[in-house]
């Protein structure tokens, strides 16, 4: 017996795309098991809604990735909205510390780690997308460890798709744009902290934590930009950049008249990672 495939007759318009989705490998699609709302369908359509924000080396797009069903008659299988982070290449970016996060990493061929440090065309390009995996590498395996981080939905070149953290499509808040009271301040840094000790205890060290790499949904704390990660043991900044992270929470904290003193929980943390 023969199964009859079928087509969608829906077609990608304006501002559209086919879900990149089936022609990525098993290992640029995040870790198993997928949640609900991944959209998986061969014949999903992702559509652009704008910019939500602008970085030093990456740019944050929003779209929504919907099955359209087999007819433009037919109401959506199923959707999602989903943040595309667009890394630049290396002359379009203004990111000098690059080299400090990068120390302890290594590419598999010899023969792309030249053309990154000639900076030819294709070792700009390729290093761009290192830094994209390099984050949906980070977050898949935070993820995996139970680290409030944004679930890596795939990586395809310089482009990561991860869930989106907001209310429709309003994004939530940084931490350093928090108006909470003085008791939700201590939840919010009781989950730091608790996220710091995840981190740690995975060997990692995030780099770059501060208020502006946090936002707040319904009181849930989620760490975010993650491409500067490193690992506390191979790259020989990682001890100072874990004191470093800590000194900006606690300095954070303690103007919101919340203390925390910064070599404790540094202590704390060296204790988790050795």
């Known amino acids: 017996m023969h199964t009859a495939l079928v087509f969608s007759t829906v077609e990608p318009g304006d501002g559209q795309r086919w879900s990149t989705w089936p022609a990525i490998t098993p290992s640029q699609r995040g870790p198993e098991p997928w949640p609900d709302w991944v959209v998986t369908s061969s014949g999903a359509i992702d559509t652009e809604l704008g910019v939500v924000k602008t970085g030093k080396e990456a740019d944050l797009h929003l779209i929504e990735r919907f099955d359209p069903g087999l007819t433009p008659a037919d109401p959506p299988v199923k959707r999602s909205i989903l943040a595309a982070k667009r890394y630049r290449t290396l002359e379009h970016r203004d990111f000098h510390r690059s080299a400090e996060y990068q120390e302890g990493r290594r590419t598999r061929r010899s023969r792309d780690e030249r053309a990154v440090a000639k900076g030819t065309a294709y070792g700009r390009s390729f ?61 919010l840094l009781d989950q730091v902290i608790d996220a710091m000790h995840l981190f740690a205890r995975a060997g990692y060290v995030h780099g770059d934590l501060s208020a502006y790499n946090l936002l707040v949904h319904e009181g849930r704390v989620v760490v975010i930009d993650l491409p500067q990660i490193v690992d506390a043991v191979a790259n020989p900044n990682g001890i100072g950049m874990l004191h470093r992270d800590c000194v900006n929470i606690a300095e954070w904290f303690t103007r919101k008249r919340v203390e925390v003193d910064a070599e404790e929980l540094f202590g704390e943390l060296l204790a988790e990672l050795y």
């Open 127 to 187: 290093a761009a997308g290192m830094w994209a995996f390099a984050e949906f590498e980070a977050l898949s395996a935070m993820h995996s460890a139970g680290a409030p981080v944004p679930y890596p939905v795939q990586v395809d070149g310089t482009e990561l798709l991860m869930e989106f953290i907001g209310a429709g499509t309003t994004a939530a808040p940084r931490l350093a744009q928090s108006r909470a009271e003085l008791a939700e301040l201590r939840s």
